[in-house]
């Protein structure tokens, strides 16, 4: 069979399956659940006897699982009649009554009867006796045998890194020539024999009837011994498959025969996702291009905004969700996935409550939307550990306006299923002199909110603004000046919709902001019998103004009510050369962020500046400047423990300069309350042999300030 995909699961027009069609008339009442589960069994080959109503182009091999699955699940239920009519479907394919062995063609649809002709089956063990493989009888059964084990003992020994193995099987269930071992049954048939579709798809696998995927290829069946939730199981594989196509039907039919050893009634949706995963693991683990996994990947990222765990038309979205494991994979690590299915083990369905307890929704769905993003700056990306990952692939927009003007506003549709997000990106032109994101989301159950910041044609790292109520830009500022905007919503919860009554909005101001932009110094120096050296902290960036309205600046926790508050956007370089007579020796030097520290919604405010208005045309000014220093080494000297503040100029200072004529605390600070600079040097303490002195040089920001 040709190893390409064809068309993704996104191209695919709408064509029912026939699972479907029999589905809809199902729940119309048109048809009995006991009719329903034999034409389904037909419409696995379109065999015969099927009706015409229910006729599908499509062909889906795979579909016998979930199928069979529901018959042993109830088959306590199910009568006499219905269960001898469905027994050559879920036979073993090498016992004399299967289906594959008396044609619907020949025997009708209750095929009990044996005829003379029944095929002999060879087979061979593989895996180190682990596994066996099965073929029709024929001149080259031996060379057949030989290919489908070495195919198989490959898949086997890649399979430990990602899953575990199958239950061993129960030998002589149902007789001992049909199975006569313990070893996990691999049977390769010939499914062109039975349906009339599948020689269509094997010359031409790009017809869009054919494009479903690597589980259209075969199919997992429990072994009919069961221990509480676990189950042995065996494989159908289609014969015709090859190449890579096979080594992936291998992998993904085999890792459901690894599930039902943890619980085989599971849902389809983490049966098929997860199988999916490991099978794409197993190809990369053997040095083969993934291709069926990446191939349902383009309408996997066209539907990010719809439920992750919806099954999805022609249950495609089971598949490709398969990208949510490799995210998990990648955080957790590869074990993660087998810890999944532990939880799944437990009594009951637990389907998506499994992957949470084992990788909690609420703490990792978020980070998979913006790893989702799928491009800069998001790191790591799929690409980083799997060079063959397909570039491209990116979510939608679902916001319509992309540029927006000074002036303008624009509102976001956030109302989104469980376990989904939307992306929204935004383009600022030179109108756009400030922006707020107004996020009514702030802090609602279930909701997270990104933000990606493009500033002078750089990408930033993601931020996490779920907690933020009015994260906003000054493009006046350096550090601020953003030109585009993406932001990252998404809905955790694994059951309920996401909405708000007011929609969050993203408002392109044209004020700007006031403030003042410069650089501000500390440097330490000590000299001292037994230890000297050199502490520097060097502020570069700006003093952005906090607005009058914000109900938590400084100026409102005791604060003069006059003054004007504001907080540093910038980075901070720091120094250290500091020796000991002991021998203790450093000099390092970094970088860290202004304004770390504080944390407006405590009241806590360790870098801030702040005017004060005298009444008399000027403004005093005092602030503080107490970073998180980095720990350095040499630093066990009374107060010398690491790199100074950059500024230090106490609210109480006041005087003429003091004794010294240059003392912070005993100096009156102040300016014009027309200044366009803050200029000034002081020191904070100055002796002999320990001083810290402060330098500043500022300018002013947009209007004067207060306005």
Not at 12 to 34: D, K, M, N, Q, V
Not at 206 to 228: I, K, M, R, V
Not at 395 to 418: A, C, F, H, I
Not at 553 to 566: E, H, K, N, R, T
Request: proline share 8%.
């Amino acid at each position: 069979m040709a190893t390409n995909q064809g068309p993704g699961p996104s191209q695919i027009p709408p064509i029912s399956t026939s699972e479907a069609l029999i589905a809809t008339a199902l729940g119309s009442g048109a048809i009995t659940y006991e009719q329903s589960l034999l034409d389904r069994a037909l419409a696995l080959y379109n065999s015969p006897g099927l009706p015409a109503q229910f006729d599908s182009p499509v062909p889906d091999l795979h579909a016998a699982e979930d199928l069979f699955l529901e018959i042993d699940a109830r088959e306590p239920k199910l009568s006499a009649d219905v269960l001898a009519k469905l027994a050559p479907f879920r036979a073993r394919p090498n016992d004399p009554v299967s289906i594959y062995n008396v044609p619907p063609v020949k025997a009708g649809v209750d095929a009990r009867t044996v005829a003379d002709t029944t095929p002999v089956w060879k087979s061979l063990p593989a895996a180190g006796g682990a596994a066996r493989v099965w073929v029709k009888d024929s001149p080259d059964a031996a060379s057949q045998l030989g290919q489908h084990a070495t195919d198989v003992a490959r898949v086997w020994a890649a399979m430990p890194d990602f899953f575990t193995y199958p239950e061993a099987d129960q030998p002589g269930k149902p007789t001992a020539s049909i199975n006569p071992d313990g070893a996990i049954d691999f049977y390769f048939v010939d499914s062109s024999d039975l349906d009339p579709r599948r020689p269509a798809c094997i010359v031409n696998p790009d017809l869009p009837s054919c494009a479903f995927g690597s589980a259209n290829y075969g199919y997992a069946q429990t072994a009919p011994e069961y221990h509480g939730n676990s189950a042995s199981g065996y494989l159908v594989i289609d014969a015709a498959t090859s190449g890579d196509q096979l080594v992936d039907t291998v992998a993904h039919e085999l890792t459901h025969a690894g599930q039902f050893a943890y619980d085989w009634h599971e849902t389809s949706w983490l049966k098929e996702s997860t199988a999916t995963w490991v099978a794409y693991r197993v190809m990369k683990k053997l040095g083969l291009t993934p291709t069926y996994a990446y191939a349902w990947l383009s309408g996997f990222f066209d539907g990010l905004d719809e439920t992750l765990t919806r099954p999805g038309d022609r249950n495609s979205n089971s598949y490709a969700s398969w990208l949510y494991f490799q995210f998990a994979a990648m955080e957790a690590g590869p074990e993660v996935v087998q810890s999944i299915w532990e939880a799944a083990g437990a009594d009951g369905v637990q389907g998506v409550n499994a992957v949470d307890s084992a990788f909690s929704f609420d703490a990792h769905f978020a980070a998979f939307a913006v790893r989702n993003w799928n491009k800069d700056p998001v790191q790591p990306r799929y690409k980083t550990p799997d060079d063959t990952f397909p570039g491209g692939l990116v979510p939608k927009d679902r916001n319509t306006v992309k540029t927006l003007d000074g002036g303008k506003e624009d509102s976001l549709n956030v109302s989104l299923p469980p376990m989904s997000s939307a992306y929204f990106e935004y383009v600022f032109p030179a109108s756009t002199r400030d922006i707020t994101f107004d996020n009514t989301l702030a802090n609602v159950a279930g909701a997270h909110v990104w933000g990606i910041r493009n500033i002078d044609e750089t990408w930033k790292q993601p931020e996490d603004w779920s907690a933020q109520a009015k994260p906003s830009f000054c493009r006046d500022i350096a550090d601020q000046d953003v030109g585009q905007l993406i932001l990252v919503v998404s809905n955790s919860s694994l059951t309920d919709t996401l909405t708000v009554a007011d929609a969050p909005k993203v408002i392109a101001g044209t004020k700007g902001c006031a403030g003042w932009t410069g650089t501000m110094t500390g440097t330490e120096t000590w000299n001292l019998p037994d230890h000297h050296g050199t502490g520097t902290s060097t502020f570069s960036g700006a003093w952005e103004q906090v607005p009058a309205d914000d109900q938590v600046q400084p100026c409102d926790v005791g604060l003069p009510d006059s003054c004007i508050a504001y907080y540093p956007h910038g980075e901070i370089h720091w120094t250290w050369d500091s020796h000991e007579q002991t021998g203790c020796s450093a000099t390092k030097a970094g970088d860290a962020l202004a304004g770390g520290r504080n944390d407006p919604a405590s009241a806590i405010f360790d870098e801030m500046f702040q005017l004060v208005p005298d009444g008399l045309g000027h403004y005093t000014y005092w602030g503080i400047s107490s970073w998180l220093t980095p720990k350095v080494d040499c630093a066990d000297y009374g107060d010398v423990a690491g790199p100074p503040s950059y500024f230090d100029v106490p609210q109480s200072a006041s005087g003429d300069g003091g004794a010294g004529g240059n003392d912070c605390s005993h100096t009156t600070w102040q300016i014009d309350v027309t200044a366009t600079t803050i200029t000034g040097s002081c020191y904070s303490f100055k002796t002999d042999t320990h001083a810290l002195k402060f330098e500043w040089s500022l300018k002013r920001l947009g209007p004067a300030p207060g306005g």
